[in-house]
């Protein structure tokens, strides 16, 4: 963002924080903050961090409500923009006893001062997390806040950050715009008309690509909440009887082909296993005939959920959407919170994940097509220099995902480039993620990731592993052209 707009608000953030109580706590941002200690090496990251550090945010995997951006509408509240709707947050708000439904979780009905004065109160919880660096990014940053959060300063921050949302700097476009973000990838629904999309494609004032994201989890896998009703919803879309099997398949391929129609460039598979195995077409329409009835056993589940894996991997090849998998996650594990609020909100959990004998026969058939791009996240790290490093390194196909969820903090991300690198080196990955519906955290998280990609390269640097140009030149192709070319764009 421009130091002009940031003088600024911290020039009126000021005039509330003039007179700070006694024992309040002032904060800013370490300008070196995640680079390396030693002086040295720490000068040779600080060169390379500012030849990426104002580059365009390319975000080809995200979680943000595209109506955001063509509403346009101010931000409600402090507690909307920041607590609500974040289950990074509201997790560790949870844990330390704080009820969901008191937070505002799921549509509950909260006040939004004492969303805020809670968090405020629970500060300390986020000391040291990925979240609690990125909050305090955005609130320096974004809104000029010079005092860390307490139950002593809460109410004081809700009204300086309630006053700069009604101004038009702070509009969703105008940040957009600020943060500097190029492609911004939504996740959608297989059935979605896409209006939005349509609608920030043609406006000629919005300079952005938003693009949309094939995301069919709950169209093919019987064991997701809403398989039935959502594959009536498609059989009844194409005017198809619901157990019509290859009726079932060319709807899904008909509505990939809308998606592309739309921009999109991938479609996402958030699977608890990255299993793939293909049957024949009879056994696969009789599994599909009971999938529709409800009456498939928990074994044939799978067996059908891998089956139709793999039918989007021979979609993959044929219409060139990217196909990235988000396994190892087991989704909405506290039964009653998910009944009560819904999914995504806080309580999915990893699992042990296995990719080299799961995805064996899906590489077999199409690790080594042409245009084919298969993009492997993980959730459990050991698996990045046991199986997805060495997998990158072979298959063309196939490129390594940025840490996520429970990884994408500064240290879980040096560790993955460490398992990684040595095997696969930088080129097999496929760019940061931001992963995030917090549509103002997207800066601070595509920073962090810049500056301990700067710090990596830079003990590369002081150990003669590379070269000075040659590590700058990688820093901005992991900002860049990595991205571009693993999700095509």
Known sequence: MTSGIVANVKAQATRVFDTLDDGDATWELDPDRLLPLDEQTRAI??????????????SPHGHVNPTLLTENIPFTDPAALFITDDHYVTRLLHAAGNPLAELGVGGAAADPRTVWRRFCEHWHVFAGTASGAWLRHELIELFGIGVEPSASTADRIFDTIEGRLTSPEMLPRELFERFRIEVLATTDDPLDDLTHHD???????????????FRPDAYIDPRVAGFHENVQRLAEHFDAPLDDYHRYLSGLASRREYFISRGAISADHGVLEPFATELDDDAAAALYSQAVRGALAPQEARLFAGHMLFQMAKMSVRDGLVMTVHPGVSRNHHAPTFRAHGPDTGHDIPVRTEFTNNLRELLGAFGTAPGFHLVLFAVDETT??????????????????????????????????????????FYRGAGFIDDTRAFLSIP????????????????????????AVEAERIAVDLVDSIPRKAFKL
């Open 199 to 213: 609608a920030l494609a043609q406006d000629t004032c919005f300079s952005g690509r938003v693009l949309p994201t």
């Open 384 to 425: 990045f220099s046991r199986e997805i490093a060495p997998l990158a390194g072979f298959y063309p196909s196939v490129f390594i995902g940025a840490p996520w969820w429970f990884l994408d903090a500064p240290d879980a991300i040096r560790r993955f480039r460490s398992a990684t690198t040595e095997t696969a080196g």
């Open 444 to 467: 601070a998280r595509h920073d962090t990731a810049r500056r301990l990609d700067a710090g990596f390269l830079a003990q590369y640097v002081r150990e003669g592993r590379l070269g």
């Open 45 to 58: 990251a600080r060169d390379l961090y500012a030849a990426v550090e104002t580059m365009p945010i390319i």
